[in-house]
């Protein structure tokens, strides 16, 4: 009898076992949040180009802010041109700085847990590898764009309120310059479109060096651009010709190319910010180039995937 | 369920070695087992196998599970410490604590808080601040928070003092084993799990040489320390190994018969560390 109770005890603790479930996203959201600790370079980074500028932005509005709110006044017609010309440089300036992040994080992404052996600890936990490489690739993809983003639009707000202090300090146009002419939206607005266009356009890249790291014993760097520099130079010796190193500038820069075109009729004026009407999504989402990235990016994804389940520690 | 871990024909090879040769194993539920070999025998390989961290030939289910296909599923009940310091450098002890919780349906945040409340790792500090013996008292206490059915340990306890190896197998023991979950631990330190262990399993060059419950080993084998003018009688009997004590030969018997054995001299069972030595063929490579 006693044996039967124990046998029902046992069948009731499995079944309580089992009962024991959870969200499928928790898995994935803390997989990103655990890549966040890890690099806090995807926050720092962005942040000290922002607060580096701004500063850079201060000294230089102490120096010829007078100057500078004259001159932007004066060219009237293309004046905004001018006067936005500080949001812009935070927008790009911000943007490349998430390029170069991505590439260093995927670099290392799948290279940092082998060498330091932690992926044993983190392969004990339930999380499946296909999670982990989806949570490491969402980094490039959608967080660093998102974080861009986010700190280009506080560091365009905190400069458009300096540069309010250092109008009013200093008298004279800035103050109606600064919030008539600045296009703000219009700049964030195709600042999104650009990361968009560029993030999708680049995921090879990144799937690309996020291989490498899941695959080198050492080196990673070098074994992501030394296969392109050997064929490169190979192509030129042999057959004099350079479709590699064109290939390689249509994968870094085709991607402005497909996404802007400039609108024969509306005139340009050599502004720093351009109209919307420029911005052609149909031809980009259209683009050669973007699907075949694309699919370049799903099938080396895939074998990442592959790799972090074969790959043991260094 | 009864069973823990099935092998049958567990093959590993690398490419100029064989590591895993034709294991066949079954290990049941509750038990407390130790896989003791000499280096390059096998055991990590058996384990990495076991916990689906490298693929393998053979049938191998752990918890009913295909170990390869379903590591993920499978983590949900077993846990490990499948190597020293395998902590992530740069994580807080906070951050460990919020990720396991996080990711694992069956970690106990209060048990892990509870176990590190009688440490001095304090929760703001990285692992890289802490001492070796510190970053094991934090793994032990985050494995020892999850409700797991299987707990894989590779040497646990290489590199740590007296003191820490005592009190690693004390909280396991007293805190962790509960006589339903199964516990597979293995080390060089034999003599500090020989009154932990329920069960033990020799592996060398890849084959399971020794597999036996503890119970069984005091039964089966004797170790004598024989008298000089009984020597060659003893002899034999055919014992697995002899070795000199001041001047006096210690034999090592499997299966003798007791009472014959008695006449020898002084009987009493072998440790795990003289069964060991005496099992292995290369008494050399063993004793390293």
Known sequence: MSSLNMAEEMSVAIEQRAAVTQHPTRPFLWSIRRELWENLSILIAPLAVAAISELGFIIAAIRHGREFFAMAARSDGGSHDLIAAPFVFLAVGISLTMVLVAIFYSLDALYGERRDRSIFFWKSLPVSDLTTVTAKMAVPLIVLPAVTLMVVIAANILLLLLGSVAALLIGGPGLHLLWTQVPLPTIWLELAYTLIVTTLWYAPVYAWLMLVSSWARRAALLWAVLPFIVLALFEKIVFNTRHIVELLKYRFSGQFAAAFAADPHIPHNHQTTIPLSWLTPGRYLTSVGLWTGLIFAVVLFAVMVRMRRYREPL | ?288
């Not at chain 2, 793994?139 to 059915?149: E, Q, S, T, V």
């Not at chain 2, 007296?162 to 979950?181: H, I, P, V």
């Not at chain 2, 040489?209 to 002899?235: C, F, K, N, W």
Request: proline fraction near 3%; glycine fraction near 8%.
């Open chain 2, 1 to 288: 369920m009864t069973t823990c871990i099935e092998a049958r024909g567990l093959r590993k090879t690398y490419e100029k070695s064989v590591a895993l040769d034709g294991v066949d194993l079954r290990i049941e539920n509750g038990r407390i087992v130790g896989l003791i070999g000499p280096n390059g025998a096998g055991k990590s390989t058996a384990l990495h196998a076991m916990l689906g961290l490298t693929p393998f030939d053979g049938e191998l289910k752990v918890l009913g599970r295909d170990p390869w296909n379903d590591r993920d599923a499978l983590m949900r009940d077993v846990c490990f410490i499948a190597d020293v310091a395998v902590l992530p450098r740069w994580i807080k002890v906070s951050q460990a604590l919020d990720y396991i919780a996080g990711v694992h349906p069956r970690f106990d945040r209060a048990r892990a808080e509870g176990f590190l409340a009688r440490t001095s790792i304090k929760r703001n500090r990285r692992v890289k601040a802490l001492s070796k013996g510190m970053v094991v008292q934090l793994h032990l206490a985050l494995i020892m928070a999850i409700d797991a059915r299987l707990l894989v340990l590779d040497e646990p306890t290489l590199g740590l003092d007296l003191l820490y190896r005592k009190q690693f197998y004390d909280a396991l023991l007293n805190e962790y084993f509960d006589g339903s979950r199964t516990i597979i631990i293995t080390t060089h330190q034999v003599e500090e799990i020989q009154d932990v262990l329920t069960d033990l399993i020799f592996i060398q060059r890849g084959r399971i040489v020794l597999d036996t419950t503890m119970d069984a080993i005091e039964s089966r084998y004797a170790e004598v320390m024989v008298q000089p003018g009984h020597a060659d009688a003893a002899r034999a009997l055919r014992p697995l190994r002899e070795r000199q004590v001041f001047g006096r030969s210690v034999m090592l018997f499997d299966g003798a018969p007791l009472d014959q054995l008695q006449q020898f001299g002084d009987v009493r069972t072998p440790s795990i560390a003289e069964l060991f030595v005496a099992t292995m063929d290369g008494t050399q490579e063993a004793t390293r």
